[in-house]
């Protein structure tokens, strides 16, 4: 199937500085791009959609000042958590939709905030 | 609006014996349904899909579900467990394709010798 690469796998920052994850899809082109996270021990929350060439769309009672989503290309969007605190440790993971066939997700990015 | 409720937080079983992992829907639409599993510290694969074709769908890794509308269900079954199949399974509705997907808590398969 196709693939979807995100990086870094995990990061460790200090609290108040920003934290930049990539997802991208190696093999197709992605018009949109969905970012999830997953706090321990819970299911995945949807944060926010990533349509290229367009602001995204986030879901309530997610702060789009403080994740910060790009998607310049059809093959990659960039989630930034800015000024990161503790509270914003957790599991961020992405995916990308192929033609509404089929969403593909990336391998994760496990963020602890010291 | 959508809700998945899984009803296992956690199921074990001995290899080779079938598996169970139940899962009710909440959907105002005609709901497409998934699982997912994801194997730790990796990404999520999509096991099988429901979306309003046969009521029995196939997956991957001998794994199948079935959709009962009558009982808002799409319980995932195989019949015979593998230990390569410990993992956490996500039941996941949407509204159609691939937009906007609402995952279950999760059900954790440990699968002992």
């Known amino acids: 199937g196709a693939v979807v690469s995100q990086h870094p796998s995990r990061v460790i920052c200090k609290s108040g500085t920003s934290v930049k994850i990539e997802c991208r899809s190696l093999?197709?082109?992605?018009?949109?791009m969905f970012w999830y996270r997953q706090f321990p021990k819970q299911s995945l929350m949807l944060m926010a959609t990533?349509?290229?060439?367009?602001?995204?769309?986030?879901e309530q009672g997610v702060e789009k000042d403080k994740f910060l989503i790009n998607h310049a290309s059809l093959t990659l969007s960039t989630l930034t958590v800015a000024s990161a605190h503790p509270e914003d440790s957790s599991f961020y993971i992405c995916?990308?939709?192929?033609?509404?066939?089929?969403?593909?997700f990336g391998q994760g990015t496990r963020l602890t905030v010291v | 609006a959508q809700s998945v409720t899984q009803l296992d937080s956690h199921v074990s079983v001995s290899e080779g014996t079938p598996v169970l992992l139940r899962c009710n829907y909440s959907?105002?639409?005609?709901?497409?349904l998934f699982w997912y599993v994801q194997h730790p510290n990796k990404g999520l694969q999509l096991l099988l899909k429901?979306?309003?074709?046969?009521?029995l769908v196939k997956g991957i890794n001998g794994f199948e579900a079935e959709f009962k509308k009558s009982e808002t269900s799409f319980h995932l079954t195989k019949p015979s467990a593998h230990m390569s199949d410990a993992a956490e399974y996500f039941c996941v509705v949407s509204r159609g394709g691939y937009n906007k997907l609402i995952f279950g808590a999760g059900t954790r398969l440990a699968v002992h010798p």
């Open positions: 990533s349509n290229e060439g367009s602001k995204a769309t986030y």
């Open positions: 995916s990308a939709e192929l033609g509404q066939v089929e969403a593909f």
């Open positions: 959907s105002s639409y005609s709901p497409s």
């Open positions: 093999d197709f082109q992605a018009t949109t």
């Open positions: 429901y979306t309003s074709a046969a009521t």
